[in-house]
C-alpha cells in the first residue's frame, strides 16, 4: 500500500468519524457497501474515481478537496515532478493535480487523462453549482452534463456548473483535458 492510499483511508475514516457516521449510515447516504467502505477505510484497497465521487457528495466535498486533504501543503510554484498523480487503474482515469487547491485560493486545476474508450461517471457532484472549465487538450471527449451531451475535440473548452450527474466518456484515442474548479 503507497503513502497515498494510507493518508486516504486515514483521512476517509477520520471524515466519517468526526460527523458522528456509522458505516452503515455512510452506505446509505453514499450508496457505496459497508464492505467497500470498510476495505478502504483500512487501506485494503484505494477508492475508485466513481466512489470518491459518492463519498465526496456524502459529505458534501469536491473530490479534489479530499484529495488536498491528504495530499502535501501547496508551495506558490508546484514543479511538474511534485504534483500528485493518482490512478483509478478500474475506470481507466489518472488525475494529476498541476495546482492544488488551497485554503487562501479559490479555485484549482487537474490534468485528466482517460484510457480509449474510458466512462466515468459522477452520479451525485459532490458540491452543488461548483463551476468547471473543461478543455481538451488531446484526443476525443463526450461530456454528459445534467442529461445534455457535449462533444469535445481538441482546443474546445466546455464551462459548466455542477447540478446534476456527469460523465466523462473518452474517444477511441483515449483523451486528455485541463479542468478548472472554481
Known amino acids: ?18 460527523r458522528g457516521l ?34 465526496g457528495a456524502a459529505y458534501g466535498l469536491p473530490i479534489s478537496r ?8 501547496a508551495p506558490p510554484l508546484v ?15 489518472l488525475r ?5 487547491p488551497a485554503e ?13 474508450g474510458a466512462v466515468l461517471r459522477y452520479e451525485t457532484p459532490p458540491v452543488r453549482a461548483l463551476e468547471h472549465h473543461l ?10 452534463v445534467s442529461g445534455t451531451l457535449y462533444r469535445l475535440e481538441p482546443g474546445d473548452c466546455l464551462r459548466y456548473r455542477l447540478d446534476g450527474p456527469t460523465a466523462f466518456r ?3 484515442e483515449g483523451a486528455a483535458y485541463l479542468l478548472f474548479m472554481l
Do not use: N
Not at 478502504?40 to 484497497?45: D, L, R, S
Not at 494529476?96 to 492544488?100: A, C, E, F, I, L
Open 135 to 144: 478543455v481538451l487538450r488531446e484526443g476525443g471527449l463526450v461530456m454528459e
Open 1 to 18: 500500500m503507497d503513502d497515498l492510499t494510507t493518508r486516504l483511508a486515514d483521512r476517509l475514516r477520520t471524515l466519517r468519524r468526526d
Open 96 to 100: 494529476r493535480d498541476v495546482s492544488p
Open 170 to 172: 473518452a474517444g477511441p
Open 79 to 93: 514543479r511538474a515532478a511534485e504534483q500528485e498523480i493518482w490512478e483509478d487503474a478500474a475506470s481507466g482515469f
Open 22 to 55: 456509522t458505516l452503515d449510515a455512510l452506505a446509505g447516504r453514499s450508496g457505496v457497501s459497508r464492505g467497500t467502505l470498510s476495505r478502504i477505510e483500512t487501506g485494503e484497497t484505494s477508492p475508485t474515481a466513481e466512489v470518491l465521487g459518492r463519498l
Open 104 to 116: 487562501a485560493l479559490s479555485g484549482h486545476v487537474i490534468e485528466g487523462r482517460l484510457r480509449p
Open 66 to 73: 479530499l484529495m488536498r486533504m491528504v495530499e502535501d501543503a
